[in-house]
């Protein structure tokens, strides 16, 4: 659970609803009573556990420690990985399923940058699986034939989790699935089945302060070998960008790509008529095109980009032109106020998000947007 000056990230809060629905719909199909249990590190974090059963946890498990009060990854791994093996507090949990319990069924991570990190080396950790960036899980008893898994003969693999993600700019939805290996000549068991859960996708549910649960302390054990990464200051930078004043952002992507400076210009246009702050897809930010230096450090910076790695806005106005809409980008501006859409592909996911989608080249739809804006202006001015 990521937590910063004493409140946690909304994606904790998330994670924690959305492993509660999980586990209600579980534990009424397979009659049992598995729980959900958050997982918090930090210093001084005792009174953060409440807040955590009030949003659906049936157990937090603390740890409390000096050394752990700033994320460094290799002891956050090493505790972590101590945390969800030890089996007395979590017989401690469920003392029903005490005698059985070797690792959790299923883990969760944010997918942010502290998150993507922990996750995956989490997972090296514990050796199992893990599936980044998803916003769609599912848990289901599914029936397969696999050459390296099965054998090649049918299995059924019950309560497995499907975690789904949108890949290829959304166009397609993979499922990706953590399965054991059953075939008797690489037998193996991946457990927990893991993923990162894009921040923004699910609801958090309503905090109910009647919600009783376990809090339990566990004392980890500290090698000082894992601390050879020291926090000697910690200093919140603020953006070179701001995306918090204006009202109006306006956002590229690739579909400058037939003449980028050119194109670059003609949104910086769009942008100074509206007011706007320009914004960019992260593929804009891994500088792909050959442009001039004056545009390419101005604009093609991670600190513009729009989504789950970058920045979330809820501006009044936002215009995406050359952006196809995939989710990451989404999950960044779905909360704007009034979205365009200028594209010359109807069938681009973008649409979706728009109150009116222009079909079109940014390079037509633009200069006559800027010169109806300037008219509009003038007619305003005159009244
Ligand atoms: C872990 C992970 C995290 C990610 N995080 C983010 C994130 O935070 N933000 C983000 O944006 N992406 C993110 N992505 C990338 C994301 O999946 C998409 O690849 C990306 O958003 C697509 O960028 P795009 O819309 O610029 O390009 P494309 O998907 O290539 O779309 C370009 C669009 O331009 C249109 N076009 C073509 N010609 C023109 C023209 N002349 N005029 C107007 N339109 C035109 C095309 O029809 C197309 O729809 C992430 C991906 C991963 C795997």
Redesign the pocket.
């Known amino acids: 659970m990521e937590h910063e000056d004493g409140e946690f990230l909304p994606v904790s809060l998330e994670m924690v609803g959305e492993a509660r629905r999980l586990m209600d719909s579980f534990n009424t199909k397979y009659s049992s009573n598995e729980k959900v249990v958050a997982v918090i590190l930090g210093h001084n974090v005792q009174d953060l556990s409440k807040q955590l059963i009030e949003y659906g946890a049936d157990a937090v498990v603390y740890a409390d420690n000096p050394e752990l009060k700033d994320v460094r990854n290799t002891i956050y791994t090493k505790v972590i990985g101590q945390i969800v093996q030890d089996t007395k507090s979590l017989g401690e949990i469920e003392p029903e399923y005490a005698s059985d319990i070797k690792r959790p069924r299923y883990m969760f991570f944010a997918?942010d940058s502290i998150g993507?990190h922990l996750s995956s080396t989490t997972l090296v950790e514990l050796e199992s699986g893990l599936a980044?960036?998803i916003n769609k899980l599912v848990i289901e008893d599914i029936e397969m034939s696999h050459q390296q898994k099965t054998g090649g003969t049918k299995e059924t693999y019950a309560k497995t989790l499907e975690m789904y993600?949108?890949?290829?700019?959304?166009f397609l939805w993979t499922t990706i699935l953590c399965l054991d290996n059953r075939n008797p000549a690489f037998k193996r068991d991946y457990h927990p089945q893991s993923c990162s859960i894009i921040p923004g996708v699910f609801e958090p549910l309503k905090r109910d302060s009647l919600r009783e649960g376990k809090i339990i302390e566990f004392t980890p054990t500290i090698d000082p070998q894992d601390l050879k990464v020291k926090v000697l200051g910690r200093e919140i930078i603020k953006s070179e960008v701001d995306f918090e004043t204006p009202r109006t952002i306006v956002s590229?992507?690739?579909?400058?790509?037939?003449d980028p400076e050119q194109?670059i210009k003609l949104i910086e246009n769009l942008a100074k008529e509206l007011n706007a702050e320009i914004g960019?897809?992260?593929?804009?930010s891994k500088k792909p095109y050959q442009i001039s230096q004056a545009l390419d450090s101005k604009y093609m910076i991670p600190a513009r980009?729009?989504?789950?790695?970058?920045h979330k806005t809820s501006a009044m106005l936002y215009v995406a032109?050359?952006?196809?809409?995939?989710?990451?980008?989404v999950?960044?501006m779905k909360d704007s106020g009034f979205v365009v859409g200028?594209?010359?592909?109807e069938d681009?996911p973008?649409k979706n998000e728009c109150d009116v989608f222009i079909k079109?080249?940014?390079?037509d739809?633009i200069p006559l947007l800027i010169e109806e804006i300037k008219k509009q202006i003038q007619i305003v001015e005159v009244q």
């Open positions: 997918a993507r980044s960036d993600r949108p890949d290829f700019s959304g590229f992507g690739r579909g400058i790509k037939d194109n960019v897809t992260l593929p804009m980009v729009i989504g789950t790695s970058g032109a050359g952006v196809s809409g995939a989710m990451q980008h999950m960044g200028i594209n010359p592909d681009a973008i079109g080249r940014m390079e739809v």
